[in-house]
């Protein structure tokens, strides 16, 4: 009977661990005044004890914890009482601190020794190491430091460095504290041979896309900016890039590329909606990579009841895989342009080449177009040579940037010597400008302009893609999709006049939106647009204003808006949902 007794005491005092009950609650008095002091008190304190042990042991030690707490911030003299309420099961533990006057900074000696001595870069940290002469005792502040030369040692190829002596040294009575400083960053390493597998990539890939060449001083980010740039090709599902120190020889470290091979073919089946294009699904099959060249294809097939289309594209790096490349593509569509239906066939090259900030493009493609106007069918052969001068610039995040402007001038012409029915020349520019000039409010304004000239030939010989529609959620919301334009009026078999969008030789469209952030998802949207699609000598602005409800995404917003035409001749209203960021 005594061994079962003892059993049950056992179990009664093992009862508070096995509930997750708190055994003790503490307080801390005297510091709502110094939030920060505060808050590192109670963070060196942690969390309620739960068992007896643990409570024992937090009394034990609460006055050390919090003593160490407040030094950490540079009070070294608290008056600290503790009180304990021992009433079972639970008991209460009432800290009171008076902090007392806290330490201050009287020297500080920083020393920089080896290469790094001659560094401009450690010559900036030094000059403002987040504390100076005077100031409060900060021992996070101290470690912070500390962290920051040994990262840019890092950083910067001094890959031996070490802080060869640190110390703070606090005289307590006299409350004051010298802080010492000595890194001995070693010398400074040079970018070595590039050390990978040649069945995964060519030597002659890596090298035009390094951002650094064989003996140039080591600087983490040119290495970050070589593996960002191995990623952007889409030829390796996981991509490595990092020094060996160990194997370094005459001062040059080498970089070991360390690539996973992408999926050779890869399939993806997309289902979506918009109200220009109404439903759709599509199928794109990806090849990123068909030979050691970096070769690659995209085939993508399209269905909606507006615009069927399939498209393949066939890509051939030039002197750079990424900012030199050579596509070749060949297009077949059927596509509604205002009241007209088109179907179109494409064969074209195209080079695209990236200059800094700009990107430009020549291309030449011949296409076939045939279109039904007034119950007769037209076909037409275009041999178009081409120019595109593109440039972004944003700011923020990339599905929701906080300013940016974009900028795209396409320019093509035909000549019937050269293939084409008829010689034209067909100007394009779309621009668009995003600022934010006050928290949680944000401006979106977009221009298009575009004119095509016919040198030779019938206006009506200009196929339906080569003129120009304005209308949908991306031009004049508050007019259907591809509503406006030039119009053409017949008599049908019934005697009742008909009119015909036809599309102009013109285009001036222009829109304004103001957008507010309810939460950093959630933003209203109020917005007009303006312009018109025509024939020279011939417009006619036509308005549209409305309002919508923006959901922020991983994708970019979607956007619900509603928009009207502020036309008596057109007074209805129109829904438009798209998905994307406006860059």
């Known amino acids: ?253 080498p970089i070991a590329v360390k690539l996973q091979p992408a999926k050779r073919h890869s399939f993806d089946v997309g289902v979506g909606y918009s109200t220009d294009t109404e439903e759709r699904v599509s199928l794109t099959w990806r090849t990123p990579k068909i030979n050691r060249y970096g070769h690659s294809q995209v085939t993508r097939l399209e269905y909606s009841e507006v615009n069927p289309s399939g498209r393949f594209t066939y890509t051939i790096p030039m002197k750079h895989p990424l900012n030199d490349i050579l596509q070749l593509w060949a297009r077949k569509e059927d596509n509604e ?91 394009t520019a779309n621009l668009r400008y995003i600022f934010t000039p006050f928290p949680r409010h944000r401006v979106v304004s977009r221009a298009g302009f575009g004119v095509v000239e016919i040198a030779s030939g019938d206006r009506t010989e200009l196929a339906p893609s080569l003129n120009f529609f304005a209308g949908g959620n991306q031009s004049i919301r508050g007019f259907a999709y591809q509503s406006i334009g030039n119009e053409i009026e017949f008599i049908q078999e019934n005697g009742r006049k008909k009119t015909l969008v036809v599309g102009g030789d013109r285009l001036v469209t222009a829109s304004l939106e103001y957008q507010y952030y309810f939460t950093d998802s959630w933003r209203g949207a109020l917005f007009t647009d303006a312009g018109d699609a025509f024939d020279e000598g011939e417009f006619n602005v036509n308005y549209g204003a409305g309002f919508g409800i923006h959901y922020i995404t991983a994708v970019g917003a979607i956007r619900v808006e509603m928009a009207n035409s502020l036309s008596d001749k057109n007074p209805d209203w129109y829904l438009h949902l798209t998905v994307g960021a406006e860059f």
């Open 1 to 253: 009977m005594p061994r079962l007794i003892r059993l049950c005491l056992a179990l009664l005092l093992l009862l508070p661990a096995w509930s997750g009950a708190a055994s003790l609650t503490f307080s801390v008095a005297g510091l709502e005044a110094e939030p920060e002091l505060q808050q590192n008190v109670l963070a060196f304190l942690g969390d309620d004890p739960e068992t007896t042990q643990e409570r024992l042991n937090f009394v034990v030690s609460a006055r050390d914890r919090v003593e160490r707490s407040l030094q950490a911030l540079g009070y070294y003299r608290p008056d600290i009482d503790i009180e304990v309420q021992r009433s079972e099961p639970v008991w209460q533990l009432v800290i009171s601190v008076d902090p007392g006057a806290p330490v201050l900074i009287r020297d500080i000696n920083i020393q920089i020794v080896g290469a790094a001595a001659n560094d401009l870069e450690f010559a900036r940290l030094i000059s403002d190491v987040g504390f100076a002469s005077g100031d409060v005792l900060h021992h996070g502040r101290y470690e912070d430091f500390r962290s920051s030369l040994l990262l840019l040692g890092q950083q910067r190829g001094y890959l031996d460095a070490t802080i060869a002596s640190s110390r703070v040294a606090v005289e307590v009575a006299a409350r004051t504290a010298d802080v010492f400083i000595q890194y001995d960053s070693g010398r400074r390493y040079r970018f070595g041979e590039l050390i990978h597998d040649d069945e995964m990539a060519d030597y002659e890939l890596l090298d035009s896309l390094r951002t650094f060449h064989q003996g140039d001083y080591f600087e983490q980010s040119r290495l970050q900016k070589f593996q960002s740039e191995l990623q952007r090709t889409n030829f390796f599902s996981s991509v490595i890039v990092l020094p060996i120190p160990e194997q370094a020889e005459g001062g040059e470290v």
């Open 337 to 427: 342009f205002g009241d007209l239906d088109s179907r179109q066939e494409e064969l074209g090259v195209r080079r695209e080449i990236r200059k800094g900030k700009w990107i430009h493009g020549y291309s030449l493609r011949g296409l076939n177009e045939s279109w039904d106007v007034l119950q007769a069918d037209a076909t037409n052969d275009y041999v178009l040579f081409g120019a595109t001068l593109s440039r972004r610039v944003t700011s923020g995040p990339i599905v929701d940037p906080k300013s940016g402007f974009n900028q795209l001038y396409t320019l093509e012409v035909g000549n019937e010597e050269l293939g084409s029915d008829i010689d034209l020349a067909r100007f």
